[in-house]
Structures are given as C-alpha cells and as structure tokens.
C-alpha cells in the first residue's frame, strides 16, 4: 500500500488551480489545519467520506481537489485515502485534526468533543459510488498499523455516529452527518482489518 505525506500546513507546495495548498491555508490565516490535543490517550477512529463533486464533477474523485476543498474550508482529518488505495497523511496524529466539528460519542461512553481523542480517515466517495477494494484493503492496513503502534484495539465509528441527530438535539451542533451511512461494508472493512492484523510483516503498510 502506497503512503504520502502531504501535511496541511503553510509550506505545502503542492498547486492546484492556479494556488498551492500552503497558499491556501495562509489565506485563512493559518499556520496548518490541525490543533493540540488535550488528551493524550488516543482510542477512536472515525471514517468519513468527502469527494470534489461540488467543486468538479469531474474531478470528483481527484485527491488534490479533495485537499483543496479542506483547506478552502479550513478542515481536515489526518488521513485520506483514494479510490485507487493510496493513503495521504495530512495531519500528525499527535495532533488534532478538525473533523468531526460538535461530537458525543455513543452512550454510555457520551464522551464530547471526540477530534481530541480521534483519529479521522477520510474515504473519497460521493453518495452513491460506494468504496473500492483498494480502499477497503488500505484502510484495513492502515488500522492495523495504527492499532500496532498503539499497543490496543481503536474504537471505529462512522461520522454519523457522533455527529448525527444526537450531537444537534444536544446543541452541539446545527446540522446533522450521515457519513459514511450505509455506503460502508463495516462487514467487509472488519474482514480486512482481521486480515491485516494477521500478517506477519513488520509494517502493513508496506503490504
């Protein structure tokens, strides 16, 4: 599985549309998209989806269009992984990443503010195109190293399942996620996170 580091802050390079991502961040006044974490022990992933098809149909499922949208936006999530399988870091996960907005885990855990103790991995998808195999392998690699380096199991939701109807009714906030919803096979990301987990290589992500 092939992993880039493309870090969201003002010394990205990378161009697109005539402006490089760096350029972009700087223009919200901003030095990156990430914060410091207040809590230091890490337990959750969340799983998004998010593709460019508001800013190009037909770059809808372009990487670079996808980062430009988090840093005209000013979000992000640390990891993004296309429909091919590669992985881009773009937040340190010793950092916070800004991408679950007003969150409550699921009772009884009802922990609030769930960017503090998360990790967020982004899938490129709309609505209706469903994920990859690529995808799915890369992101069962992908949880499986972040699961060795950690020395214990995550805890994976979906976006909806701390940002949804819960987390408005509470006021934490106004609109309601619904992703990744039931675009999502969790059967099939399990099977491929098991998967990855047995290995014996010393890193999955070179798998």
Same mark, same amino acid.
């Given at each position: 599985m092939k992993t880039i580091q493309c870090l969201l802050d003002s010394n990205n390079q990378i161009s697109l549309d005539k402006l490089t991502l760096g350029r972009r961040i700087a223009n919200l006044h901003k030095e990156h998209l990430w914060g410091d974490r207040? !809590?230091?022990? %890490?337990? $959750? %992933?969340?799983?998004?989806?998010?593709?460019?098809?508001?800013?190009?149909?037909?770059?809808r499922f372009?990487? @670079? !269009? *996808?980062?430009?949208?988090?840093?005209? @936006? &000013? *979000?992000s999530s640390h990891y993004l992984i296309d429909?091919?399988? $590669?992985?881009? /870091?773009?937040?340190?996960? &010793?950092?916070? !990443?800004?991408?679950?907005?007003?969150?409550?885990m699921p009772a009884p855990d009802d922990? /609030?503010?769930?960017?503090?103790?998360?990790i967020g991995i982004e899938l490129i998808a709309t609505g209706v195109s469903g994920f990859t195999i690529k995808q799915y392998s890369s992101l069962g690699a992908l949880c499986a190293d972040i699961e060795k380096r950690y020395g214990r199991k995550m805890i994976y939701l979906g976006h909806q399942d701390i940002a949804g109807k819960r987390a408005v009714d509470l006021g934490?906030?106004?609109? !309601?996620? $619904?992703?990744?919803g039931n675009n999502l096979d969790w059967g099939k990301f399990k099977q491929c996170l098991t @998967?990855?987990?047995?290995? $014996?290589?010393?890193n999955p992500l070179d798998v």
């Open positions: 207040r !809590a230091a022990f %890490i337990d $959750t %992933i969340v799983i998004h989806y998010a593709s460019a098809a508001d800013l190009d149909p037909k770059r372009d990487a @670079l !269009a *996808v980062m430009r949208i988090f840093c005209d @936006l &000013g *979000v429909r091919k399988g $590669t992985v881009y /870091q773009l937040v340190p996960e &010793g950092k916070k !990443a800004w991408h679950c907005g007003g969150s409550i922990r /609030q503010g769930v960017n503090e103790f998360s934490l906030r106004k609109d !309601a996620k $619904t992703d990744p @998967l990855q987990k047995a290995k $014996t290589c010393k």
